[in-house]
């Protein structure tokens, strides 16, 4: 099985690069560089022109469309924002070309959630008012086409059409593995190429300025273009090489030779590298051969021959989905050392391009942090930077670097809820710390000014406290917020201190200077120290009361409770010196907070840790990325996992459990296929079959991550006291959940007030 040294180290380095803190303060949001002279100085690209070094990564426009694929208002504003901060050059969410020949992207009644540039004028008239408009913001903007999806669609097109899904060679299905895709046939391959190119076509008559082909991740394109996937025997396509270059020179032909092709690669899908010996499992065993570095070196620099102009370069697949999509665990500017080796490649064998250009490269992975991505740039690790995230976050990040307001950017947090999960589970793209994305059709940038300014308490000062009280005070409001503790942030204080939440460390510090700035800039008091009660509320005379209180963490007071050593995860968190005499440790739950609270006391307090959980699997309803990347370095750490494990009950030293040992209980550490969605009946998943039988787990300490319930009790105790003052529940206190939901109730009810 090969390997590729760099891969392996980089991989490797993922695990537990936040041990050093030069790394961690490479993530902060620093203004050390300013002014940034290189990211704004301007670029050309074939014989276009591009303002400065920005470009915004391809976040895919799932259901920002209407039913036939043509934009929507949802769409042409989201884009129309991102001009306006400013970015350079702006690439869209993925363009399928491949309807009659994928039926992965199709749905019931002949639909798609992916947007269109075909079937009629109608659909090709939305992409020119997209393309007018990012215009008049001086922005170019490229069009991403993708050939489809293959291996990695969705699968219920054999039940809901009666078809296997597609792929370069007989594979199984990410979603059910269970399901085969086929082999498309050379003539359909071709097909496909002729689509691409009447895409690249109809893109420069949208007039758009570019093309932008989805060539990695494990899209069909790669699964054409990777010897993992690509295991033909006969035909031109069995030359791994062979489409992605056909396909550049149909839009050569279709295009002309000064329309720019930027081209989306990884340098390895790092399978190997990943798992090891586990690339023997079932699901695995036959993509072991992937390209190695070396291969992708020569076949970019073939696809250059034949037409491309720029590339954008990073690691992974779908099978390790952390790596293609960074979560906040990984590390700022996680590869730019592959950006590095594409840019010197270039250099040394003094490639260039048909325009007679040098080959842009551009860097990606969490280079949201001004002062890194400047650095990059200056170092020449990269000749461009990409943000996605980081746009979503805060669309005018250009501006506010430009002009040295770095503290007022609104920092990504790499929790990738409202991003990818919430179009996984059934929405569209959004931000959890900005509300606004993808509503900026209906909210504008300021908040509309209150027809009467009224007198509000908001109590609790987490985010979405915060998130209410600023936007009720910046529409006119006079606001008072009550925080009962000495500091500000809620629960993502204590979410804040591991090395691997850095990003969310950035947060809380931009809600520090949100909330000064507002109090300097509006009629707007924090109270700190203050718990906030009816009585005094009532002497105020407050128009309207909200309550942000967060929830009460569940307690599980089983037998022997009261004799156990039992803490709390959110108060180890805060103060780790509780765990520090223990050295073996029981975490009873296996969400976000109860493996990240693992992985924390097992990198950084070195403890031997076990992770309890009852379902079958740890992190559910989490974005598969940072599930993911928690499970493949809890696995490397020796960290134990047990599903399908109920808590019984505490001993001084030692907790009962009952463990199900059946074998169709799902491997804990399985991280190369995702959990369906709940509402995705999957007909062909084994049923779990009872095999329980109680044991006993040494614990010296046995802390409680399983979960919290709304605090509710005060807002129905205020409804009880005030009742002629309109009383509101907000954020985790009406229903437990995450700061995406927190920051968007908290946004939509202060426009309401």
Known sequence: MVTDKKVQEMVDFFGNWFMDPEMLEKGKMSSNLYPYENMFSPITVNRLNLKNRLVMAPMGNISMCDETGRPNEKMLAYFYERAKGG?????????????????????????????????????????????????????????????????????????????????????????MPEVPCRPLSDRAL??????????????????????????????LFEQMANPAFNRRKFGRYSDWQAFGIDAVREIR?????????????????????????????????????????????????????????????????????????????????????????????????????????????????KLGYPDLAEKALSDGMCDMVMLGRPLLADPHWPHKVRTNKIDEIIPCIGCQEACINEFVEGGHP???????????????????????????????????GITCAITAAQRGHKVDLFEKSDKIGGRIVSGSIPGIKFDIA????????????????YDLKLHMKTEADPEMLKAQAYDKVVIAVGTKDVALRLPGYEEANVEQAVDVFLNPKLAEEAEEIVVIGGGVVGCELAHFLNYEHGKKVTLIEMTEYFMNHTCTA????????????????????????????????????????????????????????????????????????????????????????????????????????????????????????????????
């Open 626 to 753: 940072n599930r993911g990347y928690m499970l493949k370095y809890m696995y490397d750490a020796g960290i134990e996992l047990l599903n399908c494990t109920r808590l019984l009950s505490y001993e001084k030293d030692a907790v009962k459990v009952k463990r199900n040992y059946s074998k169709t209980v799902p491997d804990p550490y399985l991280s190369w296929n995702p959990i369906l969605p709940t509402n995705i009946p999957n007909p062909l998943a084994k049923t779990i079959k009872d095999e329980s039988r109680e044991e006993k787990i040494k614990a010296d300490l046995v802390v409680l991550a399983a979960g919290g319930r709304s605090n509710e009790a005060l807002y129905y105790l205020f409804q009880e006291k005030l009742p002629g003052v309109e009383v509101h529940n907000i954020g985790d206190s009406f229903q437990g959940a995450k700061v995406f939901e927190a920051t968007k109730s908290a946004y939509a009810l202060a426009l309401s007030l």
């Open 506 to 521: 950035n947060y809380l510090i931009y809600l520090e200077n949100w909330l000064k700035q507002s109090q300097a800039d």
């Open 190 to 219: 071709r097909k496909i190429i002729r689509q691409v190119g009447q895409c690249a076509a109809d893109s420069k008559a949208m007039n758009f300025d570019g093309i932008y082909i989805h060539g990695h991740e494990g899209y």
């Open 87 to 175: 970015v350079g050059l702006i690439t869209t969410g993925l363009v399928p070309v491949t309807y009659g020949v994928d039926p992965s992207i199709i749905e019931l009644g002949d639909l798609t959630y992916f947007p269109r540039l075909d079937r009629s004028r109608t659909v090709l008239a939305g992409w020119r008012n997209l393309t007018a408009g990012v215009h008049s913001h001086g922005a170019r903007i490229f069009l991403q086409v993708s050939a489809g999806l293959g291996r990695v669609g969705n699968p219920q097109c054999l039940t809901n059409q009666y078809k296997l899904p597609v792929s370069a060679s007989w594979n199984k299905n990410w979603y």
């Open 430 to 464: 959004q931000c959890a710390v900005n509300p606004r994305t993808a509503f900026e059709e209906i909210y504008p940038l300021e908040p509309a000014k209150a027809e009467k300014p009224l007198k509000i308490a908001v109590v609790g000062a987490g985010p979405a």
């Open 253 to 365: 032909k279709r295009t002309d030779k000064n329309f720019p092709i930027m081209f989306r690669i990884n340098m390895s899908l790092a399978f190997n590298e990943t798992y090891g010996d586990r690339m023997n499992s079932p699901a695995l065993k036959k993509f072991k051969n992937g390209r190695t570095i070396d291969m992708t070196l020569k076949y970019m620099k073939n696809l250059i021959e034949a037409g491309v102009d720029m590339f954008d370069v990073d690691l992974g697949g779908y099978d390790n989905w952390w790596l293609p999509h960074p979560p906040g665990s990984m590390p700022p500017g996680c590869y730019l050392d592959i950006a590095k080796i594409a840019k010197d490649y270039f250099e040394e064998n003094k490639i260039f391009s048909n325009a007679g250009q040098k080959v842009p490269v551009v860097a990606v992975g």
